[in-house]
T-cell receptor
Framework: DTGVSQNPRHKITKRGQNVTFRCDPI?????LYWYRQTLGQGPEFLTY????????KSRLLSDRFSAERPKGSFSTLEIQRTEQGDSAMYLC??????????????FGPGTRLTVT | AQSVTQPDIHITVSEGASLELRCNYS??????LFWYVQSPGQGLQLLLK??????LVQGIKGFEAEFKRSQSSFNLRKPSVHWSDAAEYFC??????????????FGKGTKLSVKP
């Protein structure tokens, strides 16, 4: 069990550019979540996958945001035409489906995005 | 709507002193509750969880939390704080209404500082 990994750890981009983040969940976990955390706040839910199916999206996930989990393993989160308001820590979490363990989410180290 | 409130933004305790971090939730039925810890620039680590049963739950690093339904609270405690406990602590509840897939609602966090 190597834990949840995220790449890159830091990303600085200019306003208007596109960025893509990757999350590798714990290998046997079939549920994968994306959250966003801004300074002084707790994480806020963005979207959720069960295997390769994206089953829930938050209203925070504007049409500039898209997430995929093509083979039910790693996931990518893309932000198009970045805005300064997108600057935040993007956190990925995974959990094992079935029973109460599905609610026990394990987080990666996050990707900190700075939009200049 | 469900919510989590952490009334204390910042707490400072002396090393060796006891600690209690407060968390209040709003939800009618029995909630699933968590405490996470976040060190600067890092992801979240799960400290402990409550699903049902014994209202006093033990976690890692010597932490415990008590679920009190009458007060809608889930306070985190530690009898003797170590300097390495300095971090930000987040309380979370599983979102639980029609269509939800178990994403977490977080409080805004309590930053813990430890005086030598």
């Amino acid at each position: 069990d190597t834990g949840v990994s995220q790449n890159p750890r830091h990303k600085i981009t200019k306003r208007g550019q596109n960025v893509t983040f990757r999350c590798d969940p714990i290998s046997e976990h079939n549920r994968l979540y994306w959250y966003r955390q801004t300074l002084g706040q707790g994480p806020e839910f963005l979207t959720y996958f069960q295997n390769e199916a994206q089953l829930e999206k938050s209203r925070l996930l504007s049409d500039r945001f898209s997430a995929e989990r093509p083979k039910g393993s790693f996931s990518t989160l893309e932000i198009q035409r970045t805005e300064q308001g997108d600057s935040a820590m993007y956190l990925c979490a995974s959990s094992l489906g079935g029973g109460r363990e599905e609610f026990e989410q394990y987080f990666g180290p996050g990707t900190r995005l700075t939009v200049t | 709507a469900q919510s989590v409130t952490q009334p204390d933004i910042h707490i400072t305790v002396s090393e060796g002193a006891s600690l209690e971090l407060r968390c209040n939730y709003s939800y009618g039925a029995t909630p699933y509750l968590f405490w996470y810890v976040q060190s600067p620039g890092q992801g979240l680590q799960l400290l402990l969880k409550y699903f049902s049963g014994d209202t006093l739950v033990q976690g890692i690093k010597g932490f415990e939390a008590e679920f009190k339904r009458s007060q809608s609270s889930f306070n985190l405690r530690k009898p003797s704080v170590h300097w390495s406990d300095a971090a930000e602590y987040f309380c979370a509840v599983v979102r639980n209404y029609g269509g939800s897939q178990g994403n977490l609602i977080f409080g805004k966090g309590t930053k813990l500082s430890v005086k030598p």
